[in-house]
């Protein structure tokens, strides 16, 4: 293990103060154009040297014909070119003196015997001159922080806890707009490719001691270094919690893993046994990858498994219900004190069961702090779980109804939402030792789910994925505390 | 069996000419005046007769002191009044000569022995006068196509093909937005309540008739009829394919039921052999139960379960091919013919192998037709499953790089996606028996997926429902084809 960040060989590669990219031009439709193209929209602060023979300046930089032009030693360099010209390209960078290169290029192993070769090449020039490089075949690494995205599509939403490292580039490059939309961003993701000098090992490393990284997931299609990732993996569980997606579940997915970067994929058995060993959370789905991290990234330790639903609706309640017990949580009865609480704030043909069914109310400000505050300090529960239904559509029938002006609608009924998601976020500071996840079916990009999710409030689109999620946290937990310091065993390699 | 829709009791109540309306008033708070006010937005054409003791006029329409003064007998009579005086007013209205109508007042046999008393009442109001009446305790109906949604929420989105019988009243008026934003539309949707005197089993042989409705769905917390209920599905499944959750797979879900409707629930097991016997399709989650519905009243029956995976990005592509192998899908190899033509349209780097990788690539165009295409002629394949990346982030970038004025942009990339949506929907013309089904990690409402999704192709937010869904069409059919002209068991009630 590394002691600190820096000792990484993916420090600089993550957080470069200065790039030479090759590869990119003036022609947009180029990879390497489109690449750097990202860089610039997101606002990156470092130095960028492009090395193009030909041109002046690239995409508005000065351009250099050679690397052995450019006026200091560049902490990256950043190589999209054809695959014929990477290896003499890594070796004139070592030349120059840099010291660390993500390869993007493909048609190496990936691209059967004649590709394995010429990737044996770019790993002996990385030898000779103490190169530690990403890829090949890969799509770099994303670092919001920095605002450093030199990947093909162009990074939306701000920086968040989720750490990715990745066997499949698309997942680093494709995946902005979904965590944004899910109430989460990358700490950092990096695409692995090839594996060839810089494996999935040295990326758990780094984002074990990377400090925005509150949750590390994992894309994997095969390990090759089995001891070392679990021995690394073991030593980051006790204080982060790792995801990971393994896509070697079923006949089709090993097959298809197999061929899409040629590493060799075992069973899904042993995958099961390694993850648990490591107090590793396995996911089945990429929803399931991130549902997870959300949770895990924003989620006190829950004392046990005992959850309360708060709904205002008979079947959201009875389907969150079920997803509860299907996922391994128990709904306890409520204690005594917590129903004579309840009383004077519902209606009479509410019962007091669980899950509470606050039934049609049209005055919601108690549903969003009163009542929960109650549920919260049921010493027999130890997590709540509410449906939302967005207030939004009541209250702009209310104040129509009310006569406010049509144009003063939308101002009244944010500030309405916003006092009742400002009362709601107040209780996780109120309950600081009690996860509060949400569901919804409508849609998350409505303003008060919208904005509780950008506080660190988990809401899902499915009483299912949110019960899922609360699980894999008990389940994190459970195999930390009970983690025990046996032999480190060897099933994978 | 009913011969026609009309001789339904509910066809009335679902396709009213005139209602009298009960419990609505000029103060909007109130349930009632919400549910006139959803009917009215939603614009309903028919006649409404509000009944009011003391208002002139209610919400705009002519108010009466008594039903007896109606200046007709209307279809149907919605009463949405405190408990005590619902049994009155039901009377009230068969000594009008109204025969049909929806209770949607509470506090009935779901409230205890004294409610369960009030609706013995009910009951025997509704034998005097010939009566047919839905509830008490439910939200009603909506059917879009008469414009008519008297339930507490107002409509959004366009009439679909879902015919919906739900034991929950929320997800009949919680889902419009849901089914929207998933590419569908209720056909009709009934909340049965307490189901006094209309159950499920008449909610069946209704949406079995009605012709805009082509998948129905049923959420059911315990079905009392058991042996009408397997018998009306029975001939109904052999046309039209019926997808049910039931809410008892699980001890919690089955208890939070139970208090719910007051409706007894069965052991998980048995409803498992019912479904089957029954030819009905089981979701376990309400989503699934919409994914369901959305391939089973879009797609073609499938000649097998060989699924070809379209991609440009390997991991999209894995997960896929996962899921699909969880699902019970193969993935067979390509034919040679296949492998021949799609050599001239695919980079030298991406692979022949299925999934079919086609890698980065900026000229999108064959990828929306010409290769789907072929695809799709492959003989040794049943199903194409495509995944998309919304190609409008490429084409701003690309667009703004080519120098298009920015306030064109916009308008340029529309007309694009546009060709592709065309290009791609032309597929499902020439190839009518082989099911198209897409998934992304986009929203749905992206241009390109959501003009397919309104053209009536099914693309998912994640490959595993993707997989499900073609899954759960399969099975449609080989249970239907393989019913057996058994005699008709009774393991329910």
Do not use: W
């Not at 130095?47 to 014909?65: D, F, L, M, N, W």
């Not at 990477?86 to 993007?104: F, Q």
């Not at 040629?262 to 399931?288: H, K, W």
């Not at 309405?416 to 998350?444: C, N, Q, W």
Request: hydrophobic residues 40%.
């Amino acid at each position: 293990m590394i002691c600190s960040i820096e000792e990484s060989p993916l420090y600089p590669i993550i957080n470069p103060k200065s790039i030479a990219f090759f590869g990119a031009s003036n022609t947009f439709l180029r990879m390497g154009s489109m690449m750097l193209s990202s860089v610039q929209a997101l606002g990156y602060g470092g130095t960028i040297y492009p090395v193009h023979q030909k041109e002046e300046s690239v995409r508005g930089h000065k351009a250099y014909a050679s690397v052995m032009d450019l006026p200091e030693v560049p902490d990256l360099a950043i190589i999209v070119l054809p695959t014929a010209v990477v290896c003499k390209t890594l070796e004139d960078c070592g030349k120059k003196g840099i010291r660390h290169a993500i390869v993007v290029s493909g048609g190496f192993r990936e691209a059967g015997p004649e590709g394995a070769e010429a990737q044996k090449g770019l790993e002996a020039v990385a030898l000779k001159y103490g190169i530690r490089f990403l890829g090949p075949n890969c799509l770099g690494v994303a670092n919001p922080y920095l605002r450093l995205n030199p990947t093909t599509i162009t990074s939306e939403g701000p920086p968040g806890f989720v750490g990715l490292a990745s066997q499949s580039g698309s997942f680093i490059t494709q995946m902005f707009d979904y965590l944004h939309r899910h109430g989460m961003g990358f700490s950092a993701a990096v695409s692995v490719g090839n594996e060839a000098n810089i494996d999935i090992v040295d990326c758990l490393e780094y984002l074990g001691a990377c400090t925005h990284t509150k949750v590390i997931t994992l894309y994997i299609e095969g390990i090759t270094r089995g001891r070392k990732f679990i021995e690394t993996a073991k030593a980051i569980t006790p204080h982060k919690p790792i995801v990971a997606l393994y896509v070697g579940g079923s006949e089709a997915g090993r097959h298809a893993g197999r061929s899409h970067t040629g590493s060799m994929s075992g069973p899904n058995e042993i995958y099961d046994g390694v993850f648990r060993q490591c107090g590793i959370i396995r996911a089945q789905t990429l929803a399931e990858l991130f549902d997870y991290a959300l949770a895990l990234g924003t989620l006190p330790k829950p004392g046990g498994n005992r959850v309360i639903i708060q709904t205002h609706s008979g079947g959201p309640g009875a389907t969150a219900a079920d997803a509860c017990g299907r996922a391994g949580l128990a709904l306890p009865p409520f204690s005594a004190e917590t129903v004579e609480k309840l009383r004077p704030m519902i209606p009479k043909t509410a019962s007091t069961a669980n899950p509470l069914d606050l039934t049609y109310s049209l005055n919601s400000a108690q549903n969003f702090f009163d009542i929960p505050d109650v549920l919260l300090q049921e010493k027999n529960a130890d997590m709540l779980l509410a449906y939302f239904l967005s207030p939004g559509i009541f209250m702009d029938r209310i104040l129509k109804e009310m006569g406010v002006p049509a144009e003063s609608i939308q101002a009244e009924r944010d500030k309405m939402i916003m006092e009742h998601a400002d009362a709601f976020f107040s209780l996780t500071k109120r309950h600081p030792d009690k996860p509060i996840v949400g569901f919804t079916y409508r849609s998350l990009q409505e303003k008060m789910v919208r904005n509780l999710l950008d506080r660190g409030i988990p809401i899902y689109q499915d009483p299912e994925r949110a019960a899922r999620a609360m699980a894999a946290v008990l389940q994190y937990y459970r195999l930390r505390d009970g983690i025990e310091k046996s032999e480190i065993t060897n099933n994978l390699k």
